[in-house]
């Protein structure tokens, strides 16, 4: 018989349909992913190098569970430049992919009986990561009228002697918000006057547009950066989601816990991966202004294009590479063939099935009547799937 644990928590909503997709490419359909969590750009050749020399140099063994120095270097020499935070090297841990950062700092600060606050819609995967540690997620909504913006009321209202912490994605996925320098300070304030620790997962940082800011909660105090766990990485910026290499910074006890933990489940990251971080992030950063160009373009192109499609409205996403776009309007509706379309789950089904474009519905990260679009795809491709939408769409009646 399983632990108990195993019958609390999911794996990814996603997978189902990665599976399906397979299915449906094996059967010869030429499958458009518009439900992709990376971006569609090699990782550049610089990094590449510097992995390759890596492994020819026999850098290929155990490295300190928090990390090489020299890279723990890069990084604090990168919040301070980038951020404006000052961590020392005893202050960053190296993790597998900004993922295991997130599943360290949560197991380090919650457990049975504690709460969580979760803004929502949000990451899959953050809701089963604290059901892991055995902790309580706390929903609350974002407001969806104002761009995504967190509402620090309701949060407010949410706190409880119960509350541990609370994770905030910015800028974010699902819905491509960054979140504004007042909303953080406000949240900081919670989170001191309440005792919690705020988790800022600000993997997607570098891809930002409209000329809008990142701004970092842990630099607005020492007592703030007390109360923060940075998580960052090298996944989405130097798109090396395959190399898994991410990392937290927050207090130097906290870090010697995070290593406590990393040094008894994955020892560290892979010595490789962490030598092409070093490069990635003292290179050149060409490769990373291209790719932030390339997104932009089609950010701007696949917005003009949903918005016009009767019915279907979305707000200009201001990072990631993400859409959500509200399509309840087709909710209730049924297609030619008499299919019924209740909600975006359906509709994700309907247009997979119908049309061979694969998006995420709003379900798996805990919205209704919207799906998820990554726009981390070639021009051609995000043309013809929104060709294919549309027709989806004008085939649902009322
Ligand atoms: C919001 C968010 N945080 C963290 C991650 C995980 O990043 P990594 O690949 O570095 O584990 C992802 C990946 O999709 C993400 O979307």
């Known amino acids: 018989m399983l632990a108990k644990r195993m019958s609390n928590f999911s794996g990814s909503p996603t997978s189902a349909l990665i599976a399906r997709v397979a299915e449906l490419r094996a059967e010869g359909k030429n499958i458009i992913s518009l439900n992709v969590g990376e971006p569609d750009f090699g990782t550049p050749d610089y990094i590449k190098v510097a992995g390759i020399k890596a492994i020819v140099d026999n850098f290929t063994k155990y490295?300190?569970?928090?990390?090489?120095?020299?890279?723990r270097k890069a990084i604090s020499a990168k919040l301070k430049a980038d951020n404006g935070v000052e961590y020392e090297t005893n202050e960053i841990c190296v993790?597998?992919?900004?993922?295991?950062?997130?599943?360290?700092?949560?197991?380090?600060?919650?457990?049975?009986?504690?709460?969580?606050?979760?803004?929502?819609?949000?990451?899959?995967?953050?809701?089963?990561?604290?059901?892991?540690?055995?902790?309580?997620?706390?929903?609350?909504?974002?407001?969806?009228?104002?761009?995504?913006?967190?509402?620090?009321?309701?949060?407010?209202?949410?706190?409880?002697?119960?509350?541990?912490?609370?994770?905030?994605?910015?800028?974010?996925?699902?819905?491509?918000?960054?979140?504004?320098e007042e909303s953080l300070r406000k949240l900081a304030e919670l989170a001191v006057k309440h005792d919690f620790y705020v988790i800022s997962d600000e993997i997607y940082e570098k891809l930002i547009y409209d000329g809008e800011k990142h701004f970092s909660l842990a630099s607005i105090s020492q007592e703030v950066k007390e109360h923060t766990v940075t998580i960052n990485g090298c996944s989405k910026a130097y798109a090396m989601t395959g190399w898994r290499l991410g990392y937290l910074a927050a207090t130097k006890e906290f870090v010697s816990g995070i290593g406590k933990i990393q040094s008894q489940t994955t020892s560290a990251a892979s010595a490789i991966s962490q030598k092409a971080a070093v490069a990635a992030l003292t290179g050149p950063q060409h490769d990373l202004a291209v790719m932030v160009a390339e997104f932009d373009k089609r950010r701007k192109y696949v917005m003009e294009r949903l918005n016009a499609i009767k019915g279907v409205s979305c707000s200009m996403p201001k990072g990631a590479f993400y859409i959500l776009p509200d399509i309840s309007f087709y909710l209730g509706s049924t297609s030619d063939e008499g299919i019924k379309i209740n909600d975006a789950k359906d509709f994700a089904k309907f247009v997979l099935e119908k049309e061979q474009v694969a998006l995420v519905p709003g379900e798996a990260f805990n919205i209704e009547g919207r799906i998820r679009i990554s726009y981390s795809n070639s021009m051609e491709n995000l043309c013809e799937a929104i060709n294919r939408l549309e027709h989806a769409f004008s085939l649902l009646r009322a």
Do not use: H
Not at 63 to 71: F, R, V
Not at 139 to 161: H, S
């Open 95 to 180: 993790t597998v992919g900004a993922k295991q950062a997130i599943f360290n700092a949560v197991m380090a600060i919650a457990g049975e009986g504690d709460e969580v606050i979760l803004p929502i819609p949000c990451w899959v995967s953050y809701t089963e990561i604290i059901k892991l540690a055995g902790a309580t997620p706390v929903f609350v909504k974002v407001k969806n009228d104002e761009g995504f913006a967190l509402d620090l009321e309701a949060i407010e209202a949410a706190i409880t002697p119960k509350t541990r912490g609370i994770i905030i994605c910015t800028p974010n996925n699902p819905t491509g918000a960054v979140y504004t």
């Open 63 to 71: 490295t300190a569970g928090t990390g090489i120095i020299d890279l």
